[in-house]
């Protein structure tokens, strides 16, 4: 691993991790507001989460293979 790839390995896992952290922090937020909307808000949380980590997963890949 080149030294490029693994910065740019590095930037998306930083960028999975704001994301994910942004995305519990409002749900809990959503959910301390609105307490009986729980359910829905943990659905979209898991998947919005799930959409961000599929993005980092593929910018580590593609960095990877580029370095």
Do not use: C, D, H, Y
């Amino acid at each position: 691993m080149t030294g490029i790839a693994a910065i740019g390995a590095g930037l998306a896992v930083i960028g999975a991790g704001i994301g994910i952290g942004q995305i519990g922090g409002k749900a809990l937020e959503g959910i301390a507001r609105q307490p009986e909307a729980t359910g829905s808000i943990q659905t979209n949380m898991i998947i919005a989460a799930a959409l961000v980590e599929g993005a980092a997963l593929f910018a580590i890949v593609v960095a990877l293979l580029q370095g």
